[in-house]
C-alpha cells in the first residue's frame, strides 16, 4: 500500500495547521460556552447590504464578472479609498476585487515573490501571514512587537531585519490580534526604512474603520509610497459582512496586472451576489458601521478594565476588537492557561501563541459580541484566576 502522505507537497506539509481552529475543534465539543474566540462581528450584515444582494438574485445576476470585478464596484471603492485614505487609484487598471481579502494578500505574494524572498511581517500577527509566505516559497521574517510599545512595529527593529534577500514588508494595522495602531510619524519612519532598501509594502487594513482614537493614516499616502505599495481592505469587519467573502487590493497597475494574472486562473472573479451587496455597502454603509464602532468602544472599555482589574495586564487596543492580555505572570503558557479556562468556566479565548512565537505569553480575547456575554466572561474568568491563586 502507497503512503499517500508522501504525495503532499513538502512545503505544505511543514505548514502547522491554524492555532485558532485547532483550539475552537475543542471549544465546538465543550456545551455552554461563552467564545472570545473568532474574530467575527456579532450583528448581523445591515438589512439594506442584505437586501441589495437579495434584489441581485431577483434580477437574475447570477453571471461572472470581469476578473478584475464588477466596474461599478471598483469605481466606489476608488472614489471610498480617495476619500477615507486619501489615496487615489484608478479604477479601470489599479483596483482588483477579490475573495475576501485573504485571497488578495494570496495573490499579492504570488505575483511578486521569487522562491526565498524575505518578507519582513511584525508579530503577534494574524494567523495566516507566514502560511501564506511559505505557500509562494517566499522566507517568512518576523520582527517582534512590544506591548510596552502599544505593539506597534519599530523603525528600528524593521532595519535589524532587512537583508540583501528582502523585497516585501508585511503590515496590518490596527493589528489582529492585539488591537496595536501605527501613528503618522511611526509610518513616517518606517516608510524612510522602506525607500531606503527598495521594498515593497503590502498593508492590510481592514481594521481602520474600527479605529477608535487618533486618526488612521494608510502608509500608502505618504510621499513617495503609493508606488510601491499594495492596499488590501474588505468588507468583513466594518461592514459584517465576513460570510459574503469579499476584498479588494489598489496599487500600481503592473503590480495589479500580475495579480489578476493568478487570479483569473484560480478563482476566475468574486461572487457577482457580493460584489452587488459590497456597492450598496460603499453607497450607503457608513452609518452603520459608526454605529458598529461605537459599540465596540463600549466593550473595548469594559473588558480592558475587567481584564486589569482581575490582574491580567491589558494594553489598551486602539482599534479592531480585539483585548490581548498578558498571563506570563501565572507560570502557564497560554495554551495551559486557555484549556484551563475552558475546562472550569466554559470560556474559550486563543491561546497567543497561535499568533506567533511573540505571542505566547498572552490570550486573545475577542470583544465581538454581546455585552452581557462579554460580563459573564469577565465573571468567569475572574473566578477562575482567583482558583489559580489559591492552588
Not at 439594506?48 to 441581485?56: K, L, M, N, P, V
Not at 471603492?77 to 494570496?106: C, H, M, W
Not at 468574486?270 to 457608513?286: H, K, N, V, Y
Request: net charge neutral; hydrophobic share 45%; glycine share 8%.
Amino acid at each position: 500500500m502507497s503512503d499517500t502522505a508522501s504525495f503532499v507537497a513538502q512545503h505544505v506539509a511543514g505548514i502547522p495547521r491554524s492555532g485558532i481552529r485547532d483550539f475552537f475543534d475543542i471549544v465546538q465539543n465543550t456545551p455552554g460556552v461563552i467564545s472570545l474566540g473568532v474574530g467575527e462581528p456579532d450583528f448581523a450584515t445591515p438589512w439594506h447590504i442584505r437586501e441589495a444582494a437579495i434584489y441581485a438574485l431577483e434580477r437574475g445576476r447570477t453571471q461572472y464578472t470581469s476578473n478584475l470585478g464588477l466596474l461599478r464596484l471598483r469605481e466606489a471603492i476608488s472614489a471610498y479609498v480617495a476619500r477615507t485614505f486619501d489615496v487615489s487609484y484608478d479604477p479601470k487598471n489599479q483596483i482588483i476585487v477579490t475573495v475576501g481579502v485573504s485571497e488578495a494578500l494570496d495573490l499579492a505574494l504570488r505575483a511578486v515573490l521569487n522562491p526565498g524572498d524575505e518578507v519582513i511581517y511584525h508579530e503577534p500577527c494574524y494567523v495566516s501571514y507566514s502560511p501564506s509566505v511559505v505557500l509562494a516559497h517566499g522566507k517568512p521574517v518576523a520582527v517582534a512587537c512590544r506591548a510596552e510599545d502599544g505593539f506597534a512595529v519599530t523603525a528600528a527593529a524593521l532595519e535589524a531585519a532587512v537583508t540583501p534577500r528582502s523585497k516585501v514588508l508585511m503590515l496590518n494595522f490596527p493589528t489582529n490580534p492585539t488591537g496595536g495602531t501605527m501613528t503618522r510619524s511611526q509610518l513616517e519612519e518606517i516608510a524612510a526604512v522602506v525607500r531606503k532598501h527598495n521594498l515593497l509594502v503590502l498593508t492590510d487594513e481592514i481594521y481602520s474603520e474600527l479605529t477608535f482614537e487618533g486618526e488612521h493614516v494608510s502608509i500608502a499616502s505618504l510621499p513617495g509610497m503609493a508606488e510601491r505599495t499594495i492596499f488590501l481592505h474588505g468588507f468583513s469587519k466594518a461592514y459584517a459582512m465576513t460570510g459574503f467573502r469579499i476584498g479588494y487590493a489598489c496599487g500600481p497597475a503592473p503590480l495589479i496586472d500580475a495579480m489578476m494574472k493568478v487570479h483569473q486562473y484560480s478563482m476566475l472573479c468574486a461572487s457577482i451576489i457580493a460584489q452587488e451587496a459590497a456597492i450598496e455597502a460603499l453607497e450607503r454603509g457608513d452609518s452603520a458601521t459608526a454605529e458598529m464602532r461605537e459599540q465596540y468602544r463600549l466593550r473595548r472599555n469594559f473588558i480592558v478594565k475587567a481584564l486589569n482589574d482581575m490582574g491580567l495586564k491589558c494594553h489598551l487596543p486602539r482599534g479592531s476588537f480585539y483585548a490581548f492580555p498578558s498571563i506570563a505572570h501565572l507560570g502557564l503558557s497560554a495554551r495551559e492557561f486557555a484549556l484551563g479556562l475552558l475546562q472550569h468556566e466554559k470560556v474559550a479565548c486563543v491561546p497567543g501563541g497561535a499568533f506567533g512565537a511573540s505571542g505566547e505569553k498572552f490570550v486573545r480575547c475577542c470583544f465581538a459580541t454581546a455585552f452581557t456575554q462579554i460580563e459573564e466572561a469577565m465573571d468567569r474568568m475572574d473566578r477562575h484566576l482567583k482558583r489559580l491563586r489559591q492552588g
